[in-house]
């Protein structure tokens, strides 16, 4: 009997275009979607919600995208929260990523840097 649960992504991108745009393309994949367009509203709704995967812009006006995933993981194990699969799976993107670190990428939990979709 296949699981009724559908997937919950959580997309945080400063730009709206490019928020929506994933918001949309997910949705049409029958993937639940929020949105946010900073760091602390990011946080905000990861209090009350879970997430199967965190889409996040490396680049954010409050916050880069790696810190906000080390809080959000340390969120997540304070809450005692993890998706169904029992982990946090991020994702970073933005115009700079390719400039970032490999060893900041991985000690932020970031899962991997696509390129930008700008």
Do not use: Y
Not at 92 to 98: F, T, V
Request: charged content about 25%; overall charge positive; aromatic content about 6%.
């Amino acid at each position: 009997m296949p699981s009724k649960h559908r997937p919950r992504v959580l997309c945080v991108d400063n730009h709206e275009d490019s928020r929506e745009m994933l918001s949309t393309v997910l949705r049409f994949s029958r993937i639940e979607t929020r949105t946010a367009a900073t760091a602390a509203h990011a946080l905000w709704l990861s209090q009350s919600e879970r997430f199967d995967l965190n889409l996040l812009d490396a680049w954010l006006p409050d916050l880069d995208g790696f810190e906000l995933c080390r809080r959000l993981r340390a969120l997540g194990k304070k809450l005692r929260k993890a998706s169904p699969t029992g982990r946090w799976n991020v994702i970073s993107w933005g115009q700079n990523s390719q400039r970032v670190a490999t060893e900041t990428m991985t000690e932020s939990g970031t899962a991997c840097s696509p390129t930008s979709p700008h």
